[in-house]
Each structure stands twice: as structure tokens, then as C-alpha cells.
């Protein structure tokens, strides 16, 4: 066919066209006019050439290994040639398989870009190193937890991450936010997830969290592996955070540390704007809170009360924590019930109330006056007037507390 006959040199004669003149005039076949003058009348329909892969007939069973468990592209290459006997090359299976996980992590990307109150998202910054201005360490971790769609945050300073201290920053949240998502998404993490029950199939709720779950009213999703962006908002979150290495040995206790965390907290909502939502999350949340469901806070408050029991000593102190504290002396050798909450621990004998402590984190020793009088008593000191026990007892204390004094510490140890 020649490609220099072109509608524009045919039509020079006019609209009447000779084809078989023009085809004498430019030499060509009269057909070859007549392509050009009907294109449609010689266009065919093309068929479309149907590819077999190697990998055709085993794309349902890798495809089911991958919505199942972590298994990497070697992985599934050894169980196909093995099993299945499987002729291809390693590089068609990893292919396919890593353009199937980006298929997956995108489909589950698109279903938790939530609705309004829908769902919320949960993680730790662990394991935080920062010194006050004393050079003293801290090791600290901060709960975070954000709003789907409006990326309002709670953030919270802990030092563990326990059961009731996870209960505890959940339902701090709750009061923060004025109730919970339909559902909270978390990582794999042991104080929500049975590790010794689940696998990569099937995943297992322990019983504390699932009964948790159920008396504040959500439902607990778990992240599977190797889809960290179905849980990305969090995660940006949880980088956010260390902003406070910035403020290593330039705050002078705990309390201006925790006060440094809120403001950030505040900050983050109210001051800065979310690239993800290109607006400040206060400005979302005032559409999103009316969508929370609201919560029972009384039944929450007890899974966050802590109770353990400790054998008190010979000094008459129990240790809780690394912190000796002071009991009457008549309960040395019987077993004392610490409940812990709100910052202070309470002491019982067999559900008996014997006293409280301020939590002090300060001061190794921690004690009533009485009963240290007590402990002397019952010691060296028990033929001693109550004017000579109390000099003593005024020297000791002024003493120990010239210690502390000397550190830099309050000297007020006193209950």
C-alpha cells in the first residue's frame, strides 16, 4: 500500500473521482483509492491475543496462601514446585505476588478511610529514653489513639503498657473524645491478642480485652501482617511523637513532662493542620463527635484498678514498684491487697481498708508517722521515754530528709 497517496491528493480532481484514472496516475491498484476514499470499508476487527502463563493454574491456590497468611513470594515458590510441581521461574511468582499484595493493602487502605464515629485506631510510642534536667532517666511510652475520619488525637504518657494501663488511656480517651468508634483497630499487641491461641489464620482476642470491648460498646479489629497501612493514621501519629526528644533534659519532673505531652496533644488538634484532611481535626471532629456512641464509664473505671498482693517485711513496709511504703506493725508477714487508682494505692487485709499513699516516685521509703514510731517501740527503743523516742525520731527524720535535700528533692516524705 503506498503511503504517499494521501485524501487531499485524490480530491484535487474534484468530488467526482475517476479511481481507476487515478490509479493509472499515480500507479498504483484502484483499490489502493478506494482504501483511502472507505477506510471503514476495509477496516477489520482485530482479535485479541490470549496469553497462557505458566503460573495460570496455581494463581487461585497462591492467591488464597496470601489473603490467609504472610507467606513470602519464595515461600509460595517452594510450596509450588514441590507440592504442585510447578515448571515456571521464580521471578513470574514474585511478581504476581507482589502486585497482589499491593492490591490488598490498597483495597484495605480504601475500607478504612472511614465514616463519621466509625472507626478509630490505637498504638504505642514505646520505649521512649529522656532525662529531666537533674540528669535523671525516664523511660517512658505514650498511648495514642486517633479518629478515622476526623484524625482527632489522645495521646497520654504511661511507663507500662499494661492490661489496666491500656483500660485505663482507653477510657481516658473515651471521656476525652465523649464515647468510642463502632470500632477500634489495634496492632497485634499481647494485651489485646491471645499469642498463644492465634496464628496467622485466625486471630484470638484474650478475655480481658474482649470483655473490655463489649462494656464500652466497640468492636475490636486486629491488623493482619504486613498491612501496616490499614493502621497508617496511627502510625503517623506515633512518628509525630518524637517531637519530645526535643525537650531531653529541658523539663525539670514527671508532672512538667505530662504537661509537655498535653500541650502537644492540643496542639495537634487545635493549632496544626493534618496533611490527610488538609484542615485542623477540631474543625472534623465538631461534625464526627456527634457520631461517637456514648459509653459507661462506671463499669470501665474498675478494669483500671489495679489489685495485686504483696507479703509485708519484717521492716513492717510492703514494696510496690521499688517503692518501700509503711503498714501497722501487727500485719508484718501477712499478705496486704494494693489497689491502684488515680495516682493513689490503697492498702487492704482480707478486704479490711488500712490506710492510702500518694503513688511517690521520688523517695525510695514511704511511711506513717505512727507507724514508724510503732517499729521503734518494738525495737532497741522500747525502754526509751516518749520525749527521748521523739527527739530521736525528729533527728532520724531530719536526717534522711537532709539526704534528699541534697539531691535537690522535696523534703517533705511525710503522709
Not at 484470638?204 to 498491612?227: H, L, S
Not at 484498678?305 to 517503692?323: A, D, F, N, P
Amino acid at each position: 500500500m503506498r503511503k504517499d497517496i494521501t485524501i487531499e491528493k485524490i480530491m484535487l480532481g474534484g468530488t467526482n473521482v475517476n479511481k481507476t484514472q487515478l490509479a493509472r496516475q499515480y500507479n498504483c491498484c484502484w483499490e489502493t483509492i478506494d482504501r483511502r476514499l472507505n477506510p471503514e470499508k476495509y477496516k477489520k476487527d482485530r482479535k485479541e491475543r490470549i496469553y497462557i502463563s505458566k503460573l495460570d493454574p496455581f494463581k487461585q491456590i497462591i492467591d488464597k496462601k496470601l489473603e490467609e497468611n504472610n507467606i513470602p513470594a519464595t515461600g509460595i515458590y517452594y510450596l509450588l514446585k514441590n507440592k504442585y510441581d510447578f515448571k515456571g521461574k521464580y521471578g513470574i511468582i514474585r511478581k504476581y505476588v507482589s502486585i497482589k499484595k499491593e492490591d490488598i493493602i490498597t483495597n484495605l487502605t480504601i475500607r478504612f478511610e472511614t465514616i463519621k464515629g466509625y472507626q478509630s485506631q490505637v498504638d504505642w510510642k514505646e520505649k521512649l529514653k529522656l532525662h529531666d534536667s537533674f540528669g535523671k532517666e525516664y523511660k517512658i511510652n505514650i498511648f495514642l489513639i486517633v479518629l478515622g475520619y476526623s484524625r482527632y488525637k489522645y495521646i497520654e504518657l504511661t511507663f507500662d503498657q499494661t492490661h489496666e494501663t491500656l483500660f485505663k488511656c482507653l477510657t481516658n480517651a473515651f471521656k476525652y473524645y465523649g464515647g468510642t468508634t463502632e470500632e477500634i483497630l489495634f496492632d497485634n499487641m499481647k494485651t489485646i491478642v491471645d499469642q498463644v491461641k492465634s496464628n496467622y489464620t485466625q486471630v484470638v482476642i484474650n478475655v480481658k480485652a474482649n470483655q473490655f470491648a463489649k462494656d464500652a460498646g466497640f468492636q475490636i479489629i486486629t491488623c493482619k501482617p504486613y498491612r501496616p497501612r490499614t493502621k497508617g493514621k496511627v502510625e503517623t501519629l506515633a512518628k509525630i511523637m518524637n517531637r519530645l526528644k526535643a525537650f531531653d533534659y529541658e523539663f525539670k519532673d514527671i508532672e512538667e513532662l505530662n504537661h509537655i505531652v498535653k500541650k502537644l496533644n492540643h496542639d495537634l488538634n487545635c493549632e496544626e493542620k493534618s496533611q490527610a484532611i488538609d484542615d485542623m481535626p477540631i474543625n472534623l471532629f465538631q461534625n464526627e463527635k456527634e457520631y461517637l456512641k456514648p459509653v459507661n464509664y462506671e463499669i470501665l473505671e474498675n478494669y483500671s484498678l489495679v489489685q495485686k498482693t504483696y507479703k509485708v517485711t519484717h521492716e513492717s513496709m510492703i514494696s510496690y514498684h521499688g517503692i518501700k511504703y509503711s503498714v501497722p506493725i501487727q500485719y508484718i508477714g501477712k499478705p496486704i491487697t494494693v489497689k491502684d487508682k488515680d495516682n493513689v494505692i490503697h492498702l487492704y487485709y482480707n478486704k479490711k481498708f488500712i490506710c492510702s499513699y500518694q503513688k511517690n516516685n521520688q523517695f525510695k521509703y514511704n511511711y506513717k508517722e505512727k507507724d514508724y514510731i510503732d517499729i521503734l517501740k518494738h525495737s532497741i527503743f522500747n525502754n526509751k521515754t516518749e520525749y527521748e523516742l521523739q527527739e530521736y525520731i525528729n533527728k532520724n527524720l531530719y536526717s534522711l530528709d537532709k539526704i534528699f535535700i541534697d539531691k535537690g528533692e522535696e523534703n517533705d516524705r511525710r503522709n
